[in-house]
């Protein structure tokens, strides 16, 4: 639970059954195959139909008819006529069952199950060399992105529902079909979607049927368009280059230069106005899908950076949409963020992530990081958003900063709250005021563009440093509730969740919908990378799939990571089974949310303001340990909630839904935690070992790890023996919560575990492991005694051939490990990294991890 002010859809589809693809595994063939197949000469369609396709047997991987051709696009493509019934098949490559690849590409995987209707139809194939996924079109029409561009990608004609050229696939299973290409030429263009290779059926803008034609533009020859198609909504969207290109049809002030229209959510008031350039104006109710209860007034001529205010009942209210605002007031300022652009003149590339297990995480507040002296930081930048990507910053010979989280090698930072709120600085800024508008105390300007450039520009520096950016936020509450209460009560839920008395009830569809409108906002226009969210247990995980499902295939090029708090405020939920919970995180595995994983951060420190230690101390249950360095999985393999208990701690379907971590910005920091349980002597002492002992078990974990600022270097908190503050230090002074780079200095030997610890992970596959049946099938543990040993191959094709071992030793004695038979080499001990063999020594109060040589 976060410290605050005042102390504080859907299941996925059985096996990825989704828009063009039928990939229900069963039936009764299982043939195996190894991981990886050269690139064939033949790819057949090996099953139950073949006999009806005129082979000789069914199962048959050498039948003539059977085969598939290879296409221009570089997919093997078929089409079968098959009468109505139920079939099994495989792709079965080079006319052999030696490689063979079933349902969701798996090598020798489950049979892939398909139903024609009555009176027979021919099904359309495809199988793709690169993921090994074939798709048919026996549960979903062929899908095709249409429009009065595809000339430009080869088709014959325009608005050609047949041409297989722009053909969507959805290779994934997450039933969202995508199309993308780098032919388009610039220019605005027009688009539909088609099902079935033909216009009887066809969607439109907002997913309609027959709906208008979906605009867009495509800023420059050669940038990449990708058009995705959900199947449950209907929805086709296009982002070409770095994200959308048309202004967002939503609440709040849409500007033009020719006019501004201003709307509003008031469900139960019609008495609403506007203010703005001296003049008031009535709203009037306005007709906008996906939103009920919305007045409206168009205001005519340029309003840039004009203020505005509306009026509900006569009561002055915030615009809950606002871009921009006049600071501790209710105004709202018109502005146009998608056109303020970086001073680089565009986005830089982000950093690459091939997988979310890739990243490691690093947690700052914007005012703590920067604003002490020792930071080194321009005195203008500190506690700004500047001041976190200033580079060349030093304290006595040392990095500091953003030159710092290069060389510790994190991949992202995950930033405390940085929309406006409530509160003055010092503070963490949980109690959002205006979600869309960055924080005024983290801006060193006062004009509206130049304060939405600054956060730009933070985002892009950050970029070019090879860091991605994640927004801690907080859509669970608000600062009081008079923030949204004087438009309606229906912001707020009947009963506070939060523990601050003003939580959010995202139950309302129009307030589920705000919080999507405003997370699509920083995504578009701020080019953040993910979202930690604050006390996600308040919000509906129904919510939270449709959240993240709606950027997940609105924006596909952004490898997004969302995560937040599995809990609440503390508060009894009549709707807790509905909520985001441990135990509903599987349902949540499709779109890749992911959770803190609270319980084996429990295990490992104890608890977070107490005295005791867990594991770190020699303390505890070990085996808890074993079990969270495997990723924390499910028992099964399936997306259904565990219903019967929402706690849970076997939740997370793929290793990338576990957070885990040892320290957060909340209770009691890693190392004020270790000296208030009794162990001292600093760095070089058992404080010190019990530290890096933590923090090297979460970045041997499998999952993501997340580190809080300072740690590596023993940040305290504790001023004057005074761990009281420490243990919920929200508002305390900057003597407490500032990052003081001289720890830095002192606890050089710390950092540099860190580092080490972190580039064994980066450069170790084993370490991040990305399914569920890898974390099941390619890591061994042990328990003996105190010591908790892991065995890990990355080799799914020889899952038991190990090539990492870890072992976690909190005893104050050495430990010697058994280790598999090959020939070892040790490189990581309690200094850092090392390069040893013939040595099978685990040192005291440390990790130690061997590889395969």
Not at 416 to 436: C, E, I, K
Not at 820 to 832: E, I, R
């Amino acid at each position: 639970m976060t410290s605050y002010r005042r102390s504080t859809t859907a299941l996925r589809r059985l096996a990825a059954l989704a828009a063009a693809l039928a990939l229900l595994g069963g039936g009764a063939v299982t043939r195996s195959a190894p991981a990886h197949a050269d690139t064939p000469a033949e790819v057949s369609l090996a099953g139950t139909f073949d006999t009806a396709i005129g082979c000789s047997t069914t199962w048959q991987p050498d039948c003539a008819q059977a085969q598939m051709t290879l296409a221009a696009d570089g997919r093997w493509k078929a089409s079968l006529t098959l009468p109505a019934g139920s079939y099994s098949y495989k792709a079965a490559i080079d006319d052999a069952w030696t490689v063979n690849y079933g349902a969701g590409g798996a090598p020798g995987g489950a049979n892939i199950d398909i139903t024609v209707p009555t009176g027979g139809e021919t099904v359309a194939f495809v199988y793709d060399p690169d993921t090994h996924v074939v798709t048919d079109s026996s549960a979903m029409p062929v899908v095709t992105a249409t429009g009065d561009w595809q000339t430009a990608t080869g088709c014959g004609a325009t608005w050609d529902a047949t041409c297989a050229a722009t053909t969507m696939t959805d290779p994934d299973g997450n039933g969202v079909s995508t199309f993308t290409t780098t032919a388009i030429p610039a220019g605005t263009w027009n688009t539909k979607v088609t099902l079935g290779q033909s216009w009887t059926t066809n969607y439109g803008a907002g997913g309609a049927a027959n709906g208008a034609n979906i605009p867009f533009t495509v800023p420059a020859n050669g940038d990449t368009t990708t058009f995705s198609y959900n199947e449950s909504t209907h929805l086709l969207t296009v982002v070409s280059n770095a994200g959308g290109t048309a202004p967002l049809d939503t609440l709040g002030a849409l500007y033009t230069s020719a006019a501004t229209t201003f709307r509003i959510w008031s469900p139960d008031s019609s008495n609403v106005t506007l203010s703005v350039g001296g003049s008031n104006y009535t709203l009037s109710p306005a007709s906008l899908a996906g939103y009920s209860s919305v007045y409206q007034t168009v205001v005519s001529g340029n309003l840039l950076d004009q203020d505005y205010q509306f009026y509900v009942n006569g009561v002055a209210v915030p615009d809950p949409y606002a871009q921009m605002v006049v600071p501790n007031t209710t105004e709202g300022v018109v502005v146009d963020t998608a056109a303020v652009t970086p001073t680089d003149g565009g986005w830089d590339p982000r950093p690459a992530l091939v997988n979310r297990t890739d990243a490691v995480v690093y947690e700052l507040s914007v005012h703590d990081y920067t604003i002490d002296p020792s930071s080194g930081v321009d005195a203008a930048k500190r506690g700004k958003f500047l001041g976190l990507v200033e580079n060349g910053t030093t304290y006595d010979g040392v990095s500091t900063g953003i030159d710092h989280l290069k060389q510790l090698g994190v991949t992202a930072v995950q930033i405390m709250p940085s929309f406006d709120f409530g509160s003055t600085v010092p503070n963490w800024g949980y109690d959002p005021v205006n979600y869309n508008v960055p924080e005024e105390q983290y801006s060193q300007f006062t004009a509206p563009e130049d304060r939405i450039r600054e956060f730009k520009d933070m985002v892009n520096a950050f970029h070019k440093n090879g860091i991605r950016v994640i927004m801690d936020v907080v859509y669970n509450h608000t600062y009081t509730k008079n923030v949204f209460g004087n438009i309606t009560g229906k912001y707020y839920t009947p009963t506070d969740l939060s523990g601050t008395g003003d939580s959010i009830d995202d139950g309302n569809p129009m307030v589920s919908q705000m919080i999507q409108d405003s997370l699509e906002h920083w995504v578009r226009d701020y080019n953040v990378d993910g979202f930690r969210f604050d006390l996600a247990g308040v919000h509906y995980y129904n919510n939270v799939y449709t959240w993240a499902n709606y950027l997940e295939t609105t924006y596909p090029d952004r490898d997004l990571m969302l995560y937040g708090e599995p809990w609440n405020g503390g508060a009894s939920d009549p709707n807790e089974p509905q909520k985001v919970r441990y135990g509903n995180m599987p349902a949540l595995a499709p779109v890749h949310f992911g959770a803190f994983n609270g319980v084996y951060r429990d295990a490992i420190r104890g608890g977070t303001d107490d005295n005791v230690f867990g594991y770190m101390g020699n303390n505890g249950n070990p085996s808890a340990i074993a079990f969270g360095m495997t990723g924390s999985p499910t028992d099964a393999d399936s997306t259904t909630p565990v219903s019967s208990n929402l706690w849970t701690p076997a939740f997370a379907l793929n290793p990338e839904q576990t957070m885990n971590y040892v320290s957060i910005h909340d209770n009691l920091n890693l190392y004020d935690k270790i000296t208030y349980s009794g162990a001292s002597g600093g760095a070089t002492g058992a404080a010190g070992a019990i530290d890096r002992l933590a923090v090297g078990t979460i970045l041997t974990s499998q999952g993501v790890p997340v580190i809080a600022e300072g740690d590596e270097f023993l940040r305290s908190k504790v001023v004057n023996g005074d761990y009281t503050t420490a243990m919920n230090s929200y508002n305390a002074p900057d003597t407490v919560n500032a990052i003081h780079w001289g720890d830095l200095v002192t606890n050089a030997s710390i950092d540099s575990y860190y580092q080490a610890a972190i580039a064994l992970r980066k450069a170790t596959p084993s370490l991040r492991l990305t399914t569920w049946s890898a974390v099941k099938n390619q890591i061994a543990t042990q328990v003996n005694g105190s010591v908790v040993i892991a065995e890990i191959s990355d080799n799914p094709a020889a899952p038991t051939t190990y090539d990492t071992v870890v072992v976690v030793n909190p005893t104050t004695s050495a430990y010697n490990v058994t280790l598999p038979s090959g020939s070892w080499t040790k490189v990581l001990n309690s200094a850092g990294a090392t390069s040893t063999t013939g040595n099978t020594s685990c040192d005291p109060q440390a990790v130690t991890v061997f590889t395969a040589s």
